[in-house]
């Protein structure tokens, strides 16, 4: 199946609010931080970057020269906890290199912002309790501080 760019909003639109920017993103010819359109070749400059999960620009070389990994790494998702593969080994490698301290040798992986605050949440109510039950101050430390109303970001 082919959708026409110039139908690609109608298309959508018969199954989602779609009420986002007119153009139509080329994938290919998209570069660094200037968006293509598709429907008529004219080009933005990307000032949002997709709400900032596009920081490297569009086709960067190094994402490119990388893309055949990606793609053989993205085609199957195996739960990573129970079943491994050369890629994430290769990945936590060099991960721990970078960001992974020796004074905290573990990490936790996890997909995803609402995972991840979630997650989070879990280990500093652990923390607390744990800390907590040492001073004899029984199970306290479960109650979050948070704002009424906040925007909390999109997930």
Do not use: C
């Amino acid at each position: 199946m082919t959708i026409d760019s110039k139908n690609v909003r109608a298309t959508l639109g018969k199954h989602i609010l779609a009420d986002g920017y007119e153009p139509v993103m080329d994938m290919k010819k998209s570069h660094g931080s200037w968006l293509v359109d598709e429907r008529d070749g004219s080009e933005y400059l990307d000032m949002f970057s997709m709400f900032a999960s596009g920081a490297v620009g569009y086709n960067h070389p190094d994402i490119q020269a990388g893309k055949d990994r990606l793609t053989a790494a993205a085609l199957y998702k195996p739960t990573l906890s129970d079943i491994y593969n050369i890629q994430y080994a290769e990945f936590v490698e060099k991960f721990s290199n970078t960001a992974i301290p020796e004074y905290l040798p573990h990490a936790f992986f996890i997909e995803g912002g609402a995972l991840g605050v979630e997650n989070a949440l879990k280990v500093a109510f652990d923390w607390k309790v744990r800390k907590n039950m040492e001073k004899a101050k029984g199970k306290k430390g479960g109650k979050i501080i948070h704002f009424k109303q906040a925007f909390h970001g999109r997930t």
